[in-house]
């Protein structure tokens, strides 16, 4: 019912707030920097793997204990992943590849 009452600005300025968002999540201005985290997740992925098949393995094992059963592989994922992202290990990894940031981007 509200919608039928709220004036033709209202609607428009709901509209292009709503443009505003979509274009921010479906355009990546800084796509660069988005396929560099993609880079910097996968390689915490593989530094951590052994902590993480370590907690696949007890989580197999445990079933609906895991939550109790497996604590500490959990823990031990957690920190390893908070070590190798942390945000200094991100601000080192941007550094060091800087050129790629710095390239321009291909005009489609």
């Known amino acids: 019912m509200s ?4 004036s ?7 509209g292009n707030i709503k443009d505003t968002g979509r ?7 800084k796509f660069k920097e988005h ?3 993609n ?4 390689d915490i ?4 793997q052994l902590q993480i098949k370590a907690f696949s393995e007890c989580s197999k094992a445990e079933g609906l204990m895991v939550v109790f059963r497996c604590k500490e592989f959990h823990n031990e994922v957690n920190d390893c992943m908070a070590h190798y992202g942390s945000n200094d290990r991100w601000e080192q990894f941007k550094q060091e590849n800087s050129s790629y940031l710095e390239q321009p981007e291909i005009k489609r």
């Open 8 to 14: 033709p600005d209202t609607r428009d300025m709901v």
């Open 45 to 48: 992925l593989k530094q951590c």
């Open 39 to 42: 880079e910097f997740r996968d």
């Open 23 to 29: 274009d921010g999540r479906l355009s990546f201005k």
């Open 35 to 37: 396929q560099l985290r």
């Open 3 to 6: 919608s039928s009452t709220s």
